[in-house]
């Protein structure tokens, strides 16, 4: 995959971090089919700071958990105008203080936008780092650190990309297409019965 890059439609590191927020358990072509509304009405942190959380919520209701995630999204951007300025902050660590972000989300931004030598493991880049043979750790926290052994640093926010799209659309859950895999020759799973 030569252009390997998140399929979330944002413009600013405000929408992208709203954007992963709400990609937590629903797929991407959801998220990008609520998120131009959402952003027309609430562009920056200082709008959405100020909505409530059923204004938010009716602009989310057809993703996975709307409630939680239009209480995260409100805190989330009020923090950020009270804690950060307005500015999304550019480190992991920080970016985990938020409401609604875990360390998936923190990296996920936090490579896309500010180029930092992190990976994000959803459950893709789980999957697939256990089936490449890259990890058998049993929490994500232990194939990140798996990864971050094995990949480049400056290589890091491509490969999270890659892996994803990897398992998206190849290595996928239940029917992988180990014909058409350009891996399969160094998988240790290719043709493997899957679980």
């Not at 805190?75 to 300025?85: N, T, Y």
């Not at 931004?109 to 459950?123: E, F, L, P």
């Amino acid at each position: 995959m030569p252009t390997a890059e998140t399929e979330l439609q944002y413009e600013t590191p405000f929408q992208l971090l709203v954007a992963t927020i709400l990609s937590a358990q629903c797929t991407d072509k959801r998220v990008n089919m609520v998120t131009p509304a959402l952003f027309e009405r609430f562009p920056d942190a200082g709008s959405m700071a100020q909505a409530s959380v059923a204004e938010v919520y009716a602009f989310i209701k057809s993703v996975s958990y709307p409630n939680n995630k239009a209480k995260h999204l409100v805190g989330m951007a009020s923090m950020v105008v009270r804690d950060f300025g307005g500015a999304i902050p550019d480190h992991p660590d920080e970016l985990q203080k938020l409401p609604g972000v875990g360390r998936k989300t923190a990296n996920v931004v936090a490579s896309v936008v500010y180029k930092r030598a992190v990976i994000a493991v959803d459950t893709h880049v789980f999957r697939v780092s256990h089936r490449l043979g890259l990890s058998q750790g049993r929490t994500p926290e232990k194939v990140e650190r798996d990864l971050n052994a094995l990949i480049p640093p400056q290589m890091l926010p491509v490969a999270h990309h890659w892996l994803i799209l990897h398992g998206r659309y190849v290595c996928t859950a239940r029917n992988p297409q180990c014909a058409k895999c350009g891996l399969a020759e160094w998988c240790p799973s290719e043709g493997a019965e899957r679980r």
